[in-house]
T-cell receptor
Framework: DAGVIQSPRHEVTEMGQEVTLRCKPI?????LFWYRQTMMRGLELLIY????????DSGMPEDRFSAKMPNASFSTLKIQPSEPRDSAVYFC?????????????FGPGTRLLVL | KNQVEQSPQSLIILEGKNCTLQ??????????LRWYKQDTGRGPVSLTI?????NTKSNGRYTATLDADTKQSSLHITASQLSDSASYIC????????????FGKGNQVVVIP
């Protein structure tokens, strides 16, 4: 298995532009997570899905952020409009369950810079 | 105040030496505690997962301990290698599921020859 795939790996955009980050989870994993990582705040869970359904989006910072999972093999995280404070590394992760024992497998991340 | 505090923030050690990283948490109720290793420019990789009833768990040269009474965990690296240079992140889960996760900011370890 290729693991969790994220694209693009790097994104540089100007303030106000729309940004779309993409993720392909590991086949067979029922859970998908979006995280954001910055030096100041560390890792933060933004939202997670179970069987393509959003379960908890309480970590999504504001209405400018939205996430979708149209099918079991694809998810997007969209920022519209983007702001410089959104600059961070965004990780997607997947796992086969959430009973507490399952490992989450992280993708390589998308490094976003908003100018 | 962060619910998960890690120390030291950064550490430089000589190749071949051992080191211990600390994680103190205030998360309650406690479900499980995870240690992740994150290489520069990569996503975190799970090292260990421990529940309330587990005191220690090993993964190769990495050994994690957990004291649920004092809410402390440690990650011990034995005979460090250059490839151990990374950030080590402690993550504590409160209750069932993943929607109540508290993240430490990581211990940055640099192993020098």
């Amino acid at each position: 298995d290729a693991g969790v795939i994220q694209s693009p790996r790097h994104e540089v955009t100007e303030m106000g532009q729309e940004v779309t980050l993409r993720c392909k989870p590991i086949s067979g994993h029922d859970y998908l997570f979006w995280y954001r990582q910055t030096m100041m705040r560390g890792l933060e869970l933004l939202i997670y899905f179970n069987n393509n359904v959003p379960i908890d989006d309480s970590g999504m910072p504001e209405d400018r952020f939205s996430a979708k999972m149209p099918n079991a093999s694809f998810s997007t995280l969209k920022i519209q409009p983007s702001e410089p404070r959104d600059s961070a590394v965004y990780f997607c992760a997947s796992s086969p369950g959430t009973s507490g024992q399952e490992t989450q497998y992280f993708g390589p991340g998308t490094r976003l810079l908003v100018l | 105040k962060n619910q998960v505090e890690q120390s030291p923030q950064s550490l430089i050690i000589l190749e071949g030496k051992n080191c211990t990283l600390q994680c103190n948490y205030t998360v309650s109720p406690f479900s499980n505690l995870r240690w992740y290793k994150q290489d520069t420019g990569r996503g975190p990789v799970s090292l260990t997962i421990m529940t309330f009833s587990e005191n220690t768990k090993s993964n190769g040269r990495y050994t994690a301990t957990l004291d649920a009474d004092t809410k402390q965990s440690s990650l011990h690296i034995t005979a460090s290698q250059l490839s151990d240079s990374a950030s080590y992140i402690c993550v504590v889960s409160a209750g069932y599921g993943n929607n109540r996760l508290a993240f430490g900011k990581g211990n940055q370890v640099v192993v020098i020859p």
